[in-house]
């Protein structure tokens, strides 16, 4: 697959531009960290999988907020997890790219949004 960056994948209909949609989502451990991987889709079907990074993971479920001062994740808990980030990323727009022989997800920069100004 060829590098993509961000201004190569956009939700935004435009010519010649793919759009990347995550289908499933993963969460398992890889020794004892957490990890998210996402089967991603584009519009002709083709699929990838791909990591999530962890600043990208903190931002959706900050640890905080579901483990309070705890070190340590439960079963339970990772059940907790996979559901809450199956719900709130299945269907998103993303954008993928590869590092070190490996290949992550993030979602599309507000950078290339404008705020025009609203219609009454």
Same mark, same amino acid.
Request: hydrophobic share 40%; with cysteine; proline share 2%.
């Given at each position: ?5 961000? =201004? =190569?994948? &956009?939700?935004?209909?435009?010519? &010649? ?8 989502? +993963? %969460? ?9 991987? *996402? ?7 083709? !699929?990838?999988?791909?990591? $999530?990074?962890?600043?990208?993971? *903190?931002? @959706? $479920?900050?640890? &905080? /907020? $579901? @483990?309070? !001062? =705890?070190?340590?994740?439960?079963? +339970?808990?990772? $059940? %907790? ?6 719900? @709130? @990323?299945?269907?998103?727009? /993303? #954008? /993928? ?5 490996? #290949?992550?997800?993030?979602?599309? *920069?507000?950078? *290339?949004?404008?705020?025009? +100004?609203?219609?009454?």
């Amino acid at each position: 697959m060829k590098r993509l960056d961000s =201004s =190569s994948v &956009n939700c935004i209909a435009e010519a &010649n531009m793919r759009k990347l949609h995550i289908q499933t989502v +993963e %969460v398992g451990t890889d020794g004892e960290r957490l990890k998210v991987f *996402s089967q991603i889709v584009d519009e002709d079907g083709a !699929e990838t999988r791909a990591e $999530l990074p962890q600043r990208e993971l *903190s931002t @959706l $479920l900050p640890r &905080n /907020v $579901l @483990l309070g !001062e =705890s070190k340590i994740v439960s079963a +339970e808990m990772l $059940l %907790v997890i996979e559901a809450t980030l199956t719900r @709130l @990323l299945t269907g998103r727009c /993303v #954008r /993928v790219w590869e590092y070190d022989d490996r #290949r992550y997800f993030g979602f599309l *920069s507000w950078r *290339s949004v404008t705020i025009g +100004e609203a219609s009454l």
